[in-house]
Structure formats: C-alpha cells, structure tokens
Antibody, heavy 114, light 106 residues
Framework: QVQLQESGPGLVKPSETLSLTCIVSGVSISGYYWNWIRQPPGKGLEWIGY???????NYNPSLKSRVTISLDSSRNQFSLKLSSVTAADTAVYYC????????WGQGTLVTVSS | DIQMTQSPSSLSASVGDRVTITCRASQGIRNDLGWFQQKPGKAPKRLIYAASTLQSGVPSRFSGSGSGTEFTLTISSLQPEDFATYYC????????FGQGTKVEIK
C-alpha cells in the first residue's frame, strides 16, 4: 500500500524558508512524478511543482523564483523548499504521487507568522 | 498558461438528484483531466482520470466525459456521502485546478 507522509515545521517566520519532506512508503520513488500542492485555509488547490524520478523539475510559474523541489532516492523521499515566505504562503501542503495525482499525503498545515 | 473555468462554484441538491459539474479549459488539453472530491479536513481523492476513467473503488454513479476544452463530472444519483467540494485538474501543460464546486444539501 502506497503511503505519503509530509513532515516539517508547522510554523515559519516571514522572510524565512519553508522546508517540507515527503516520506514515501510502499513503493520505490523511481518511476513516477512527485508533486507538491497547497491549499490556503478556506480556499482552493494550487499546484506548486513536481520532480520526476530522473530529477527533472517543473514549477508553477507564479512560484518558480522561490521554489526548489529535490529528491533523495536513497531515503525514498522528496522535499520542498519555498523561500522568502509571507503570510500568503500559509496553507495546508500536500505531497502527491503521479502525473494525474492519484495518491495524496494527508497534508500538513504550515503557518507563516512571527 | 492553461486556465480552468469550473462551474458552478456551488450548488444545492437533494439526495437522489442528478448533478453535473463542468470544467472548461482555455485551450485544448486532449483528455488530460482528472476530477477530485474533497471533504472538510481531508486530502482530495481522485474520482476520475483521463477525463472518463473511473478510479478503482469509486462508485459507478460518478462518471466523467469530454475532451479538448469541455469536460463534465456527473453524479447520477446523489448520495449523502457525496456532499463535498469537487475540483477538476488539467495536467496537459503545467498543472491547473479548477476553482472548485461545493455541493451542499438542499
């Protein structure tokens, strides 16, 4: 059974870098697209970007200048870094497998506040 | 960038009703579209992929249709557990979600 679990700080200060990791179990990280999605409280879903198992990445143009997604095959996990955060980056962050988002993590709330 | 226009943004319906939600893409996306259901406090769940293929384990009252720029999610007979918010997603170029449709009890 494929499972994805987000981990990382729940509180980040403005102007700092948000860092999250998605731990993948039940399947090798090789051979799939791995995405990050976010959802501000009470709002809709926003795609942040993906990394393919070969290391190639693609980011939402609106966030591209601040986003880095990386992959660690040895640990079967992938990560998100979002720099220069503001209150507008407060959201539930999801890690998701696949080109068409077939498997989701449970999500983790990250609040940006001093 | 491809924009996805989803309608309606909300609807009220009764158990047993037939419900239709539409997504329109700003340019052709072949059948690179999925539909998702989200309940409060939970992660979204994929219902349909490739525009019309039912995800394993999803009830057959859910169906998807369309290709190119116009897509539809239909719930043939609304059940109590179907009250939720629904999103479309295109994955033809980058990834873009529709704005969501909240299905409420009438």
């Amino acid at each position: 059974q494929v499972q994805l679990q987000e981990s990382g700080p729940g509180l980040v200060k403005p102007s700092e870098t948000l860092s999250l990791t998605c731990i993948v179990s039940g399947v090798s990280i090789s051979g799939y697209y791995w995405n990050w999605i976010r959802q501000p409280p009470g709002k809709g879903l926003e795609w942040i970007g993906y990394i393919y198992y070969n290391g190639s990445t693609n980011y939402n143009p609106s966030l591209k200048s601040r986003v880095t997604i990386s992959l660690d095959s040895s640990r079967n996990q992938f990560s998100l870094k979002l720099s220069s955060v503001t209150a507008a980056d407060t959201a539930v962050y999801y890690c998701v497998r696949g080109e068409s988002f077939g498997v989701w993590g449970q999500g983790t709330l990250v609040t940006v506040s001093s | 960038d491809i924009q996805m226009t989803q309608s309606p943004s909300s609807l009220s319906a009764s158990v047993g009703d037939r419900v239709t939600i539409t997504c329109r893409a700003s340019q052709g996306i072949r059948n690179d579209l999925g539909w998702f259901q989200q309940k409060p406090g939970k992660a979204p769940k994929r219902l349909i992929y490739a525009a019309s293929t039912l995800q394993s384990g999803v009830p057959s009252r859910f169906s998807g249709s369309g290709s190119g720029t116009e897509f539809t999610l239909t719930i043939s007979s609304l059940q109590p557990e179907d009250f939720a918010t629904y999103y479309c997603l295109q994955h033809n170029s980058y990834r873009t979600f529709g704005q969501g449709t909240k299905v409420e009890i009438k």
